[in-house]
């Protein structure tokens, strides 16, 4: 074969491979952004619909030499992606780079991230903290993220506490009376509140509500734990989109906290994403924000024990 006809062939495979590792239109990728600067890929955005790839935390992982070598599936469509944005509290979007892919406790597991160039302006935690800290999220290519707002916890609303009463009822009915019988409950207390705007007179809030049961003789009994969604409209009172309860001892073992990463419009969908946490485990959650609900489309476990 000449020399001519073999560069064409070269050019053409090129050409071909090009192609075909373009991603479709509208795709993108999510990832935590953990404070050592480890991105973990959660979800992609295909161009139609979410999906999870990377691989999930294992006891035993086998981790690629460099980024090209890891396989191209756990990227999905998207295909090996070396630079990423984060979006980090209040700060602009920066530009971050993947040195290579590497492994970290997660929980009792083994997961396999994205070491980067990030460097947090935060102290490190202790190298066993778990759930380990997260800064922000992590995308790639560039798309714009609405920042989720921190709402000091102040009174509860009295949406939130009707919602909250009916969830516990239902709870407790779940569960076998307790001996001796619950006491007296204190009032409702919200500790977490959880904004965005999502239109020129709206605006969505996530409330994390508890209540303690105690008697004077044995202290705590028993926490009841409520967590929703609720929308204002204009001048309008706050409109439930869900909400739910659980219960636990007084030691908390269980119950699921937020940690607001960022909200994302796709057309006129909204999607809020964040990790949700407990002692011993985490996970990374997409939920969209509907005109009468809030949806899970996507969980991604992060590792437990």
Same mark, same amino acid.
């Given at each position: 074969?000449?020399?001519?006809?073999?560069?064409?062939?070269?050019?053409?495979?090129?050409?071909?491979?090009?192609?075909?590792?373009?991603?479709?239109?509208?795709?993108?990728?999510?990832?935590?952004?953990?404070?050592?600067?480890?991105?973990?890929?959660?979800?992609?955005?295909?161009?139609?619909?979410?999906?999870?790839? $990377?691989?999930?935390?294992?006891?035993?992982?086998?981790?690629?030499?460099?980024?090209?070598?890891?396989?191209?599936? $756990?990227?999905?469509?998207?295909?090996?992606?070396?630079?990423?944005?984060?979006?980090?509290?209040?700060?602009?979007?920066?530009?971050?780079?993947?040195?290579?892919?590497? $492994?970290?406790?997660?929980?009792?597991?083994?997961?396999?991230?994205?070491?980067?160039?990030?460097?947090?302006?935060?102290?490190?935690?202790?190298?066993?903290?778990?759930?380990?800290?997260?800064?922000?999220?992590?995308?790639?290519?560039?798309?714009?993220?609405?920042?989720?707002?921190?709402?000091?916890?102040?009174?509860?609303?009295?949406?939130?506490?009707?919602?909250?009463?009916?969830?516990?009822?239902?709870?407790?009915?779940?569960?076998?009376?307790?001996?001796?019988?619950?006491?007296?409950?204190?009032?409702?207390?919200?500790?977490?509140?959880?904004?965005?705007?999502?239109?020129?007179?709206?605006?969505?809030?996530?409330?994390?509500?508890?209540?303690?049961?105690?008697?004077?003789?044995?202290?705590?009994?028993?926490?009841?734990?409520?967590?929703? $969604?609720?929308?204002?409209?204009?001048?309008?009172?706050?409109?439930?989109?869900?909400?739910?309860?659980?219960?636990?001892?007084?030691?908390?073992?269980?119950?699921?906290?937020?940690?607001?990463?960022?909200?994302?419009?796709?057309?006129?969908?909204?999607?809020?994403?964040?990790?949700?946490?407990?002692?011993?485990?985490?996970?990374?959650?997409?939920?969209?924000?509907?005109?009468?609900?809030?949806?899970?489309?996507?969980?991604?476990?992060?590792?437990?024990?």
């Amino acid at each position: 074969m000449c020399a001519r006809a073999i560069a064409a062939l070269v050019t053409a495979a090129a050409l071909l491979s090009a192609f075909a590792a373009e991603p479709p239109a509208g795709a993108f990728g999510l990832g935590v952004l953990r404070r050592d600067g480890f991105i973990i890929p959660f979800a992609t955005f295909d161009g139609r619909k979410w999906r999870h790839d $990377w691989p999930e935390p294992k006891r035993d992982v086998e981790v690629p030499v460099t980024l090209d070598s890891v396989p191209a599936r $756990w990227f999905g469509p998207l295909g090996r992606r070396p630079t990423w944005f984060a979006w980090v509290r209040q700060d602009p979007p920066r530009e971050i780079h993947v040195r290579q892919p590497d $492994w970290f406790d997660a929980h009792c597991l083994h997961q396999i991230g994205l070491r980067t160039d990030y460097r947090s302006s935060l102290p490190p935690p202790r190298p066993d903290a778990q759930p380990y800290p997260k800064d922000g999220l992590a995308v790639t290519p560039s798309i714009q993220i609405q920042r989720i707002d921190i709402v000091g916890p102040g009174d509860l609303p009295e949406a939130v506490a009707a919602a909250f009463d009916t969830a516990e009822d239902k709870a407790l009915e779940q569960r076998p009376p307790l001996d001796p019988p619950i006491g007296a409950g204190s009032t409702p207390r919200v500790e977490a509140i959880y904004a965005i705007d999502t239109g020129p007179a709206s605006r969505v809030y996530y409330f994390e509500v508890v209540r303690e049961y105690k008697r004077p003789a044995l202290g705590c009994q028993l926490l009841v734990a409520g967590a929703g $969604w609720f929308v204002r409209e204009g001048a309008s009172p706050l409109r439930s989109l869900g909400f739910e309860a659980a219960l636990a001892g007084c030691d908390r073992y269980g119950l699921r906290y937020m940690l607001p990463l960022g909200a994302i419009r796709i057309g006129a969908r909204l999607f809020w994403t964040a990790q949700w946490s407990g002692w011993d485990y985490e996970d990374y959650t997409i939920v969209e924000i509907k005109a009468k609900a809030a949806q899970e489309v996507l969980r991604t476990w992060g590792g437990g024990c």
